[in-house]
């Protein structure tokens, strides 16, 4: 049963409280002022704390620290009846967990202890995320798919050929040119990126290739362009569809002749940058109507890397929402080091038109809203938490039935959630490998294709980053 501790000077509404969470079978104890439910140190352990912040004496919102170091592991609901911005600032700032403005609606007040209570339970059941040491260079997937990747990157890596990496906007582009560019024969050469959408049409020749001094009104002295700064390196060229077609025509020229011609200069420059160009689009479509040239297009694609969307590649998302949140955690200098297993499996609910740039910004979010150190479904973006609602409730294991069945149906969902990674499902469960396998040997569960072995597992790094 969870406990209650009410705090307010206004005994009319404690009793009215009290009431309220004995109703719904909570234990509920009142208090009058902050000193004497400080006092109760010792004797009780509340689950959630209900806090008025003006009373006499020290305020709720002075003697909210106190709070939380006397009731570490209590949950704390601000309530007050002024309704002003800096109070509810200072409140969220000194710890509170939700605030609530008097006269207090019941159904505001039951969703606080609602996401209260299920926050306290999260902290229990959490899983640990610890510092994966990824960096913003680092790819992660253990999905077929993604093996594959790595495979096509590790084999063009070595040879100076053009590649060209398709996918989805958000599915990782540019990490991959990066990791071609690390694998390949000159790894400290320089690394070049540009976004060819991003470019003003009347500038792009000048920043691709550069110019001379005197070359066009305003070139007040030579310039390099971003050619001659990946010699020896290489050049990213993401959004390569959108160059114009007088571009296209130069950029074959590198290409064919490995050599381009700065704005205004006489002679050529050799160039022995490496091309890499990325699109979101259908470049043989764009050949097709005219807007992108073919002799260009096959001059890219002499190895291509298709990306696949994140919705194709579920099975990664718990690795790769362990190496992107010990990034930005510790990029915001948080400590959020935790993962309710309910949000794990809400994200593979979610079909992700954004891929993982949208699960980093989801992450990152959450990461801000998070009071603590743990993320549950509530600091999840409203419209991923509501699209996975009904998806996530049909995942729950039955009500009824044999607590066999009841175990069965929690261990399968826990290795799917997990990509059948058998070390971060033992961390989910709670159990060690061998008890695992014995589940698994017990309820006959059968791993899908493609899933890692026990032994692939055993032997894989903690963050399963891929450099």
Not at 88 to 109: N, V, W
Not at 310 to 339: C, N, S, T, W, Y
């Amino acid at each position: 049963m969870s406990t209650f501790l009410i705090v307010d000077d206004d005994h009319a509404s404690c009793r009215t409280l009290r009431l309220h969470f004995h109703a719904q079978g909570y234990e509920a104890h009142i208090a009058h002022s902050a000193a004497q439910a400080l006092a109760e140190q010792g004797r009780l352990a509340p689950d959630v704390i209900v806090l008025d912040i003006r009373m006499p004496g020290k305020s709720g919102l002075d003697t909210l620290p106190d709070f939380k170091r006397a009731f570490p592991g209590a949950h704390v609901i601000m309530i007050t009846a002024f309704h002003d911005m800096e109070s509810t600032i200072q409140a969220m700032q000194r710890g509170a967990d939700d605030y609530i403005q008097k006269p207090i609606d019941l159904d505001e007040l039951d969703a606080a202890v609602t996401k209260a209570l299920r926050y306290a339970h999260s902290e229990a059941q959490g899983v640990l995320v610890g510092d994966a040491g990824a960096d913003r260079g680092s790819m992660v997937g253990r999905s077929r798919v993604m093996k594959e990747v790595f495979k096509t990157i590790g084999l063009a890596a070595s040879i100076r050929a053009t590649i060209l990496i398709t996918g989805e906007s958000g599915t990782g582009k540019e990490l991959v040119a990066r990791a071609i560019h690390r694998a390949g024969p000159n790894p400290s050469g320089p690394f070049v990126a540009i976004n060819c959408a991003a470019l003003v049409e009347t500038l792009i020749e000048s920043d691709m290739f550069g110019h001379e001094k005197g070359a066009f009104t305003g070139a007040v002295e030579r310039q390099a362009g971003k050619f001659a700064l990946a010699h020896r390196g290489t050049i990213f060229l993401d959004e390569v569809s959108e160059l114009s077609h007088a571009i296209q025509a130069k950029l074959l020229r590198v290409l064919q002749e490995k050599e381009f011609l700065p704005l205004g200069a006489k002679a050529p420059q050799a160039t022995d940058a490496r091309v890499i160009a990325a699109t979101n689009v259908d470049l043989a479509g764009r050949v097709q109507d005219g807007s992108f040239r073919e002799d260009l297009y096959y001059r890219l694609q002499v190895v291509n890397v298709n990306l696949p969307p994140l919705r194709a590649r579920k099975e990664d998302i718990p690795d790769l929402v362990h190496a992107l949140l010990a990034r930005i955690d510790r990029e915001m200098r948080r400590h959020v080091r935790r993962v309710d297993p309910e949000v794990l499996r809400c994200f593979g609910a979610y079909d992700w038109p954004g891929n993982v740039r949208e699960l980093e910004n989801a992450l990152m979010k959450a990461v801000v809203l998070s009071p603590g150190d743990i993320i549950t479904l509530d600091a999840l973006p409203a419209h991923i938490a509501q699209r996975t609602a009904s998806a996530c409730a049909t995942a729950e294991p039955p009500a009824q039935g044999s607590l066999r069945e009841i175990e069965k149906a929690h261990v399968q969902r826990v290795l799917e959630t997990t990509g059948w990674h058998r070390g971060r499902a033992c961390a989910v469960l709670g159990v060690s490998r061998p008890r695992l396998r014995r589940m698994i040997r017990q309820f006959a569960l059968i791993p899908p294709p493609g899933a890692p072995t026990d032994e692939d597992d055993t032997h894989a790094d903690g963050g399963g980053l891929h450099r």
